[in-house]
């Protein structure tokens, strides 16, 4: 069965840090491509960040980049969200999902197979 446990979520102020960590079991978390999303109340899904399996190939959304970093231990079956400069609209529920692919990762949140439960992060003004 497999499982995606994500922790690090918190209540932190506007310019403050997190890491976001998310736990695999259940798969052969190297094959596949990792990636955030965040759910914001009455808003839609969208994506954060993405990691490619070998970890060699990042995306991120504008709103994120320069200020989140994306990165992955396949040794401990384990995929983080760095996030700094945090800003009060990242206020949301960051949830990570697992794609199998053998190149790249998506931005697309229908290709991903495994979801987590998510991660509560609240930026206070």
């Known amino acids: 069965q497999v499982q995606l446990v994500e922790s690090g979520g918190g209540l932190v102020q506007t310019g403050g840090s997190l890491r976001l960590s998310c736990a695999a079991s259940?798969?052969?978390?190297?094959?596949?491509?990792t990636g955030w999303f965040r759910q914001a109340p009455g808003k839609e899904r969208e994506f954060v960040a993405a990691?490619?399996?070998?970890?060699?190939?990042?995306y991120y959304s504008d709103s994120v980049k320069g200020r989140f970093a994306i990165s992955r231990n396949n040794a401990k079956n384990t995929v983080y969200l760095q996030m700094n400069t945090l800003k009060p609209e990242d206020t949301a529920v960051y949830y990570c999902?697992?794609?199998?692919?053998?190149?790249?990762?998506?931005?697309?949140?229908?290709?991903?197979?495994?979801w987590g439960q998510g991660t509560q992060v609240t930026v206070s003004s």
């Open positions: 999902a697992a794609d199998y692919r053998e190149v790249g990762a998506s931005r697309n949140s229908g290709a991903y197979d495994f």
């Open positions: 259940g798969l052969t978390f190297s094959t596949y491509a």
């Open positions: 990691i490619s399996w070998k970890g060699d190939i990042t």
